[in-house]
């Protein structure tokens, strides 16, 4: 079994990381922060310090209790802008920006097993992505289909279909830039594909956010040049044709580095970002796909912008958003942050509703502190945990 730490400290704060939700656990790994150096001295050397990349934190929603686990095998170089997912159990990380610039390389972790160790998927058939940070991905059928991104190929590589290239960075004959490309990874052959697509593709662009809703792929926003859009696509993922949903609302400003989170069968939940004007942003929104309708919520966390954060689907409809920055991080970069943003999407259920209850109100609980026993066991588990540990997060409202 890895070494585990276990601390009433949370994880560090940090920016770009991987964050994925598996049994009602966080998972945590990977981004960057800056130096106490840069923070003093507001020097640009040296300034961005990735985060260990043998550790990974682990946060009980059910108890409100972090701890750390040492990770061990094929460990990735510490890195950030990687795009990270769950699938039957595991972890599955691709691409990111380490000390050495953009990687194209795919790594996985078994979450369930205890121990922790990653395995570089290296023997693969197909050709893989080209090397690309700030990416997107869409899991369905037992595989993973990754889009878009920031990276570089070499100019004879490069299709300016779906590739817009970055005019100010490129070195001899390598080029950097935004892209629309779709490669799908099936982890059962350790196969890659690029399947080839129907209808209308997205512009190229990074930083954009995406999620999985039945069996289509949803992206919004982005950054390509210095525009940020607030688009909405569709990719079906079995007919791989591509859709563009044109709002019949107000719709949410452009943007990019925000957050995307399926919450219902036919909803939406988009959060945060660095606007058009550069703004860090805390505003939060619902978009019906059926109605193709966009409606602006109020929400406990309005004062709190965030940007490259990461938000994952939690149970109940719950989103939990950990991490970003507060700041425009390409001007200053000192507000990253290492708090975890429950967002209640839809009411909660009965039962759920009882045992929040039961956990929040110490005088409730010694009082059926005699009678938990003869609660079915499962129950008695699950009040146990919550009566024991439980810290609510600060705020938590429904979303109106």
């Not at 009602?24 to 840069?38: A, D, I």
């Not at 990349?53 to 209790?65: A, F, P, S, T, V």
């Not at 997205?202 to 525009?227: N, Q």
Request: hydrophobic content about 35%; charged content about 20%; proline content about 6%.
């Amino acid at each position: 079994m890895a070494e585990r730490h276990r601390s009433e400290l949370v994880a560090q704060e940090r920016s770009g990381h991987t964050a994925v939700v598996e049994d009602n656990l966080l998972y945590v790994w990977g981004g960057y922060v800056l130096t106490l150096l840069y923070i003093i001295v507001q020097s640009i050397a040296d300034d961005e310090v990735f985060l260990p990349n043998d550790e990974i934190w682990i946060y009980d929603m059910d108890r409100g209790l972090w701890e750390m686990s040492t990770m061990r095998g094929d460990v990735p170089p510490a890195m950030s802008g990687t795009c990270g997912c769950s699938l039957n159990g595991h972890m599955y990380i691709f691409g990111g920006c380490d000390n050495n610039g953009q990687t194209n390389e795919i790594y996985s972790v078994n979450l369930l097993d205890g121990n922790y160790t990653w395995k570089k998927i290296s023997k693969v058939s197909g050709a893989p992505p080209s090397p690309r940070d700030k990416l997107s991905c869409w899991v369905f059928g037992g595989r993973i289909t990754f889009f878009g991104g920031y990276g570089h190929k070499l100019r004879n590589d490069i299709n300016r279909r779906n590739f817009i290239l970055d005019e100010a960075s490129w070195v001899d004959d390598v080029y950097w830039g935004w892209n629309n490309e779709v490669h799908v990874f099936d982890p059962n052959h350790a196969s890659w594909t690029e399947p080839q697509t129907n209808g209308r593709p997205p512009a190229p662009r990074a930083a954009h956010a995406s999620t999985t809703l039945g069996s289509k792929g949803y992206v919004c926003g982005g950054r390509v040049m210095e525009t940020r859009t607030n688009d909405v696509h569709c990719l079906d993922l079995e007919t791989w044709t591509w859709a563009e949903i044109v709002p019949l609302s107000v719709v949410p400003v452009g943007r990019s580095w925000h957050s995307l989170t399926a919450v219902s069968d036919s909803s939406l939940f988009l959060f945060g970002g660095l606007s058009v004007d550069c703004k860090p942003m805390s505003d939060g929104w619902l978009l019906n796909v059926e109605t193709k309708k966009w409606r602006e919520i109020s929400h406990p966390y309005e004062n709190k912008p965030r940007l490259w954060h990461t938000a994952s689907a939690g149970k109940d409809s719950d989103v939990i958003v950990f991490g970003g920055s507060c700041d425009y991080i390409l001007l200053v970069d000192t507000g990253h942050c290492n708090d975890a943003l429950v967002f209640q999407t839809e009411p909660y259920p009965l039962f759920r509703s009882c045992v929040d209850y039961i956990a929040k109100n110490v005088s409730i609980c010694k009082m059926l502190g005699g009678q938990i026993p003869l609660l079915p066991s499962k129950l008695q588990y699950i009040v146990n945990r919550r009566m024991s540990y439980y810290k609510p997060p600060k705020n938590r409202t429904p979303l109106e």
